[in-house]
């Protein structure tokens, strides 16, 4: 038969020890979520900041400005949105002044984001409205080109803006990344 005193020291020991082990794996365990945590949130932050965010201020802009210049011009949905459409030239005048100081400013901006912070994006591949967006951008500039040497006989880049596919990926990268932030920092949606 074990000696009662002996059973009773191995109990002593062998308890805390067990719990200490435990508590142990416990914290290993907790503190490997927390850093995952962390990193996810410092990754979606950095998306946030750097990509989403900057495209989806860009986009809200121009397509406010967007309107400014159809309110401005008295046009319903703008004009050249075909080669066959004929304004006149003051309206022509001013398409290529608000193309040239105020569109391809932003959208230059959007394409830089794209070639110099494509590592936050989401997908794998680059997004097709992505790479429209690049191909609209480089359309335009060669446009723009022609505009200068004073060839005006065309008005409308080989690549029209990805505007509705564009802003549905953006808005909708934008919104559910904030959504993520909101959700690791532990904020409550308000009632």
């Given at each position: 038969m074990p000696?009662?005193?002996?059973?009773?020291?191995?109990?002593?020991?062998?308890?805390?020890?067990?719990?200490?082990?435990?508590?142990?794996?416990?914290?290993?365990?907790?503190?490997?979520?927390?850093?995952?945590?962390?990193?996810?949130?410092?990754?979606?932050g950095e998306q946030l900041r750097s990509f989403y965010g900057p495209l989806y201020s860009n986009l809200k802009l121009e397509q406010d400005l967007f309107s400014v210049f159809k309110e401005e011009h008295s046009l319903g949905d703008g004009f050249w949105q075909n080669e066959g459409d004929n304004p006149t030239d003051e309206q022509g005048v001013a398409w290529r002044k608000w193309i040239a100081e105020v569109f391809m400013p932003i959208n230059e901006s959007m394409l830089a984001l794209v070639l110099e912070r494509a590592d936050l994006i989401?997908?794998?591949?680059?997004?097709?409205?992505?790479?429209?967006?690049?191909?609209?951008?480089?359309?335009?500039?060669?446009?723009?080109?022609?505009?200068?040497?004073?060839?005006?006989?065309?008005?409308?880049?080989?690549?029209?803006?990805?505007?509705?596919?564009?802003?549905?990926?953006?808005?909708?990268?934008?919104h559910r990344l904030k959504a993520e932030q909101r959700r690791l920092l532990g904020v409550r949606r308000k009632a």
């Amino acid at each position: 038969m074990p000696d009662p005193v002996s059973i009773y020291s191995a109990l002593a020991i062998g308890v805390p020890a067990s719990v200490a082990l435990v508590a142990l794996v416990v914290r290993y365990f907790y503190d490997l979520r927390l850093t995952a945590r962390q990193a996810r949130l410092d990754r979606v932050g950095e998306q946030l900041r750097s990509f989403y965010g900057p495209l989806y201020s860009n986009l809200k802009l121009e397509q406010d400005l967007f309107s400014v210049f159809k309110e401005e011009h008295s046009l319903g949905d703008g004009f050249w949105q075909n080669e066959g459409d004929n304004p006149t030239d003051e309206q022509g005048v001013a398409w290529r002044k608000w193309i040239a100081e105020v569109f391809m400013p932003i959208n230059e901006s959007m394409l830089a984001l794209v070639l110099e912070r494509a590592d936050l994006i989401e997908e794998v591949e680059i997004p097709d409205c992505l790479s429209r967006l690049n191909l609209h951008v480089a359309s335009y500039r060669i446009l723009m080109a022609r505009w200068k040497s004073g060839d005006l006989s065309s008005h409308l880049p080989k690549v029209m803006f990805p505007g509705d596919a564009l802003h549905g990926y953006v808005d909708a990268h934008y919104h559910r990344l904030k959504a993520e932030q909101r959700r690791l920092l532990g904020v409550r949606r308000k009632a």
